[in-house]
């Protein structure tokens, strides 16, 4: 834990209260790992490590976007490619002719499926989060622009930083002013204490940009 010393402290803390049964941290900077930790129990008597699976949540999504976009990068597929060319169980009940591109621009039709989602001239607005996601790619710029509770890459982020939040329970994103890229999960969701995930976050987040000498 050398060089992070105090935001593992903040998540043991976070443990000690009953917050949470563990978390993992990663941080990288120039590409480099600065930090790969477990703190704390996966489950109940079981040490938590760092390749312990955890609930993504909405993180998943510009991970997801990232992917595809490498993929057609590679020439593997295209975005105006047929879902069910690549997924042929994709083309039950009418779904045949949905591609990949009405996919990632959330316009293939699904409204049943789309959840806490609303159209907004600037985005898709994410009514979890109540705020405006780049369209279709799942991503939060800056969060803190949106206000002292969105911080969910701590207070100390450069404003180009881009990535996602998993509700209460996870962060990961990429600051490329300061060429950090963080992912942090909480194992222990806090589903009616949002106010108490938003703080532990924060305060985490904030010591490892102030650790790195970047605050």
Known sequence: MAGLSRAAGIIEQGIAD?????????????GATVADLAIGEATSGVPMRPDHLMLWMSSVKPVTAV?????????????????????????????????IRHVMTHTGGFPRAVGPWTYDPVGMRD???????????????????HGAGSAWYGSHCSPRTFGHSGYVSWSSFADPQHRVVVAIVFNGMLDASAAKHDARITAALNAVYEELGLA
């Open 127 to 145: 009514r979890t989060f109540n705020l405006s996601l780049d369209r279709g790619l799942g991503f939060v710029i800056d969060s803190k622009h």
């Open 67 to 99: 992917a595809i976009g490498q993929m057609w990068e590679q020439g593997r597929l295209g975005l105006d490619d047929k879902v069910a060319q690549h997924i042929p169980e994709f083309r039950t009940k009418g779904k045949e002719p949905i591609t």
């Open 18 to 30: 009953k917050l949470h049964l563990g978390a993992q941290l990663y941080v990288s900077r120039d």
